[in-house]
């Protein structure tokens, strides 16, 4: 009888971690119950529902990264819709945080940002280079070129062009839930700063070369970041 009462106990932990998408400490507690008493009478159910859990996290998982790397494909980099790259791939982050290929594409997010940031601050828009680098730096934190267009906009002494201020959307943290991702939606992303023909067919070889990386599961750094 207290053998059952314990068991209960546990079911009840483990559903609490299911209804929660805690699914780790979920598979834990089952795994907990089967060591402690594997004929216990709800272990069999209980196991069904966590395997329905994972399953339906596991596609999840795929369309967020199929979503995220139509996006880079396309050139939707980020911004205030949900169906972008960065979005994708952060969604995909906050279900499995070691998803190498959800990182390969935030490395070549970060790149593009970076990429535009530089040609806003080409164009005399050090307002706008801010904004896009400070999109980028959460993803790319270390990125040579990031630093070096920040060192050059802190000798511009910024001045800009731009007669209004950009507000930039609040950028979606790795942590963030997905649900909560999918769910964010800013009303106005700031504007592209356009690159130059050579910038743009740069940004182009990127992103093919990401969403074929991402296919593969492998990790590609921005430009200057393994240095």
Known sequence: HGLDQVASAMTGQARQAMAAHDLAAASDWVNR???LNPDYAELPVLKGELVD???????????DLDQAGQALHDGRISGASTDTAQAGYQAALALDPQNAQAKAGLAQVAAALIMQADAALEAGDSRQARTLLDQAAPLAPDSPDLNTIRAQLQDDGGGDV???AVVPPPAASAAM????????TPTQAPPVAALSPAQQAQVTQWLQQAAAAAAAGQIMLPPG???
């Not at 859990?53 to 369309?63: D, V, W």
């Open 177 to 184: 839930p997905a649900a909560q991702i999918r769910a964010s």
């Open 225 to 227: 970041a393994s240095a």
């Open 33 to 35: 119950l089967v060591a």
């Open 162 to 164: 731009a007669a209004t």
């Open 53 to 63: 859990q994972q399953q339906a996290a596991a596609q999840q998982l795929q369309a």
